[in-house]
């Protein structure tokens, strides 16, 4: 695997500038370039708040890059980093420490999960399954990382027959899972196995995925009951490809259902006439 060293070299100010112009004819970097600015979709982390935010609390599969500005390699992998950045958005996080200028976090992290930076860039995958972090010595392409990324992602989903049905579900579910870790409960039902309970909801197509009514939604507000579940006990969202669901689809539509349980029903607010005294 190619990399640069971990910590930039001083040299000569004569094979300096030889290196910089190397560098810009071949097209690697340019005066103007620079690494995740504002508005990326890869996060720069800098300090040990930033970690917590987007690795510690995260319930997401997070990408990791390790890497120094002034590495020609660490240049190359920008743009694959970006773009699969980009194609992943809301599903993976991807972020990235520079280990010269926030070399007391990259260090400090390093030492507290065993990652070996003996060059840069240095990729891996933090998991909130897994106590350590997963290396990546894959090919630098962002179609590579994303394939990589989207089989490594953790679903928090329930096979409702594990002893049968061990399929992963889409990346999709995986990430919308992840969103509502804690708040919402996912299944996945085989149609092959669930096919009368499946027609007893109302479901003609697969994949679909399915709100059943709790008890404490009985305390819910008559209009939010109606408007999610109608006259039925359960709401329901195909997933065809004519629809092309998305991360914020999914999200908007299974938001109403990751409120807390109600343990009574709420007294109507009472209105005060105009005109009269208080």
């Given at each position: 695997m190619r990399a640069c060293s971990a910590?930039?070299?001083?040299?000569?100010?004569?094979?300096?500038?030889?290196?910089?112009?190397?560098?810009?004819?071949?097209?690697?970097?340019?005066?103007?370039?620079a690494f995740f600015e504002y508005g990326s979709n890869v996060h720069?982390?800098?300090?040990?708040?930033?970690?917590?935010?987007?690795?510690?609390?995260?319930?997401?599969?997070?990408?990791?890059?390790?890497?120094?500005?002034?590495?020609g390699f660490c240049a190359l992998l920008t743009e694959p980093w970006e773009k699969a950045a980009t194609d992943l958005k809301h599903m993976v996080h991807f972020v990235a420490i520079d280990t010269e200028k926030d070399s007391k976090l990259a260090s400090k992290v390093a030492q507290k999960y065993g990652i070996e930076i003996k060059g840069v860039p240095t990729i891996v995958a933090f998991t909130?399954?897994?106590?350590?972090?997963?290396?990546?010595?894959?090919?630098?392409?962002?179609?590579?990382i994303k394939g990589f990324a989207t089989n490594t992602m953790p679903d928090f989903v329930a096979r409702l027959k594990p002893e049968t049905y061990q399929a992963s579900p889409a990346s999709l579910l995986k990430a919308i899972s992840s969103e509502f870790r804690d708040r919402?409960?996912?299944?996945?039902?085989?149609?092959?196995?669930?096919?009368?309970?499946?027609?007893?909801?109302?479901?003609?197509?697969?994949?679909?995925?399915?709100?059943?009514?709790?008890?404490?939604?009985d305390f819910e507000d008559d209009a939010w009951a109606h408007k999610h579940f109608g006259e039925t006990q359960f709401s329901k969202?195909?997933?065809?490809?004519?629809?092309?669901?998305?991360?914020?689809?999914?999200?908007?539509?299974?938001?109403?259902?990751?409120?807390?349980?109600?343990?009574?029903?709420?007294?109507p607010k009472k209105r005060v006439a105009k005109g009269s005294e208080l």
């Open positions: 910590q930039g070299h001083r040299r000569s100010p004569m094979l300096q500038l030889f290196g910089i112009q190397a560098l810009l004819w071949s097209g690697l970097v340019t005066p103007s370039s720069a982390l800098k300090s040990s708040n930033d970690f917590k935010r987007w690795v510690t609390n995260s319930s997401f599969l997070v990408m990791a890059s390790f890497y120094r500005e002034g590495c909130p399954k897994a106590k350590n972090p997963i290396p990546y010595n894959g090919e630098r392409t962002a179609a590579a919402v409960s996912f299944g996945l039902a085989p149609k092959s196995s669930f096919s009368v309970l499946a027609k007893s909801y109302g479901v003609d197509s697969f994949p679909t995925l399915v709100a059943l009514r709790r008890p404490a939604d969202m195909a997933l065809t490809a004519e629809a092309k669901p998305t991360f914020r689809s999914l999200e908007f539509w299974v938001m109403p259902f990751a409120r807390a349980p109600r343990s009574a029903k709420q007294k």
